[in-house]
């Protein structure tokens, strides 16, 4: 089946250490976006990409570091400079296209908290 | 600025119409899109609307004014299962694909 997938689904680590989250989708989109969600808020993004080695840094960048080598991936390290690393994190991908090919395809989400 | 508005919480009785309002101040405007999101799982596609009125699906309906920015999720017949964050997310003007995404409207459905 097509779809977005995201491991692990729950991820503890320790205060400055950094922690890589994976993000993989066979929907053959170009584009994929990586996303931070607080309780009781809204989505944020951090970082996206439309093409395969390029990315830009989306409004809460500061922290996290991405790469994208290969179409189907998306990782995002969160480092030890995020000062509020424990959060719901969300990676979603999208045909970038105009209109409802705009839409995008949510993975299952990854819960991190560090402590 | 880019700013999208939605009330925080809504609470409504099983079997009722509720109607989830979302304004939206853009720097350029293609789309909108409702999603819908339970706790802990990820948003799921609701509707898209582009042009003005009202478009029907099932029990959920979505309407789009572009010349008031603003737009409503209409619900009916309301379910338990219906109890869930309800998002709004604007597309801009320049086509990157991205979203932007209000914080959210938390729906409970109470018997």
């Known amino acids: 089946d097509g779809g977005i997938t995201q491991s692990p689904k729950y991820l503890f680590r320790k205060e400055g250490q950094n922690v890589t989250l994976s993000c993989e989708q066979n929907?053959?989109?170009?584009?994929m976006y990586w996303y931070r969600q607080d309780p009781g808020q809204g989505l944020r993004l951090i970082y996206y990409?439309?093409?395969?080695?390029?990315?830009q840094k989306g409004d809460i960048a500061e922290g996290y570091s991405v790469s994208r080598e290969k179409k189907e991936s998306f990782p995002l390290t969160v480092t030890s400079a995020q000062k509020n690393p424990t959060a719901f994190y969300l990676c979603?991908?999208?045909?970038?296209?105009?209109?409802?090919?705009?839409?995008?395809?949510f993975g299952p989400g990854t819960r991190l908290t560090v402590t | 600025g880019q700013n999208i508005d939605q009330p925080t919480e809504m609470t409504a009785t099983e079997g009722a119409i509720v109607q989830i309002n979302c304004t939206y101040q853009?720097?350029?405007?293609?789309?909108l899109f409702w999603y819908q999101q339970h706790a802990g799982e990820a948003p799921t596609f609701l509707s898209y609307?582009?042009?003005?009125g009202l478009e029907e699906k099932g029990r959920f309906s979505s309407f789009l004014s572009r010349s008031k920015g603003y737009s409503y999720l209409l619900l009916k017949e309301l379910q338990m299962k219906d109890s869930a964050s309800y998002l709004c997310?604007?597309?801009?003007?320049?086509?990157?694909?991205?979203?932007?995404f209000g914080q959210g409207t938390t729906l409970q459905v109470k018997p």
């Open positions: 979603a991908s999208s045909s970038w296209a105009s209109g409802r090919e705009n839409e995008q395809y």
């Open positions: 929907l053959n989109h170009d584009a």
């Open positions: 990409s439309q093409i395969v080695n390029d990315f």
């Open positions: 853009t720097s350029g405007f293609n789309g």
């Open positions: 609307n582009v042009l003005d």
């Open positions: 997310a604007v597309t801009g003007s320049s086509n990157t694909g991205k979203l932007i």
